[in-house]
Structures are given as structure tokens and as C-alpha cells.
């Protein structure tokens, strides 16, 4: 009898690779290892296994099984369309924020102002015009005074 691969006995069956990897290993299904550590089952095994010998057709034990396989199937859609959904509003949630940070960022940077560093030659300026005001101040004292002194000696050489 011919025998088959994995991939092609489940088709054969009509179950998935992993309902026939669990049937194998609770011995509901025999199968043979080559030398390359690759399982193969007989054709007749299958029959055998997965339906009646009446006339051919699957047997009810073998369709309650697809039932539950497809309950399983549409269970396991079913929460990785929730899980898709939550993803894409923690996806929207993020780029809303991402958004509102980046606006908010843009304003901060446009009231940013330049102000350079205070220099040391303006104070030395200021430092150099109170030097300069004393200095003609005191040279105003000492015009006073020289006037004063003119005008008290010249009536007395004269």
C-alpha cells in the first residue's frame, strides 16, 4: 500500500497535522520512521483510522472532531480580532499623543529667544564713563577753584 507524509495524510483524513501528530501519539494511528527521522503512514491506515468501512464516509466520531476544530479555529479568530482591534487603538492612541507632543514641541521652540551672554566690555564701558564723569568733576573742582584764586589775586597785584 502507499504510504504518506504528515502533510499528505492529513489531507487524506480531512484533520489538520496536529490533530494527526496527537492521534499518533495516543496510538489511535500507527505510523513508521525512516532513516531520516521522517514518519510515514499507510494509506490503509488512515482509511482505517478516519473512516467507516461501510461505505467510505467519515465516520460521527471523525465529524464531531471537525466540529470541534472548526469551534476552535473560529475561538481563536475571534480573539486575535480583539487583539487586532485593541492593537490599532493603542496604535491611534499613540499617534494622537505623538502628535499633540510634537505641536507642543514645535510652540516651545518658536518662543525660544536668542540672548547672548552678557559681555565684559559693556561693564568696563559703564566702569570707564563713571571713571571719565569723576574725572571731570573733579577738573570742574579744580577750574572753580582756579578761577577763585584768579579773581581774588588779580585786584590785589594791581
Sequence with gaps: MAKLNITQAS??????????????EKGIVSYE?????RKWI??????????SKENGKVSNERSAERSTDHEFTAKIERLY??????LEK????????????TGILEKQTLRLEYKP????????????LSWVNATLIGCGTVI????????????HLG
Design 90 to 101: 493603542q496604535v491611534d492612541a499613540l499617534q494622537t499623543e505623538n502628535a499633540k507632543l
Design 117 to 128: 551672554e552678557s559681555q565684559p566690555v559693556a561693564r568696563k564701558k559703564t566702569q570707564s
Design 144 to 155: 572753580t577753584i582756579t578761577l577763585v584764586f584768579v579773581a581774588w589775586v588779580l585786584p
Design 33 to 37: 520512521i525512516d532513516e531520516d527521522g
Design 81 to 86: 480580532e480583539r487583539q487586532i482591534s485593541q
Design 42 to 51: 499507510d494509506l490503509s491506515e488512515i482509511r482505517r483510522a478516519y473512516k
Design 11 to 24: 489531507k487524506e483524513a480531512g484533520i489538520s497535522k496536529n490533530t494527526l501528530y496527537a492521534h499518533m
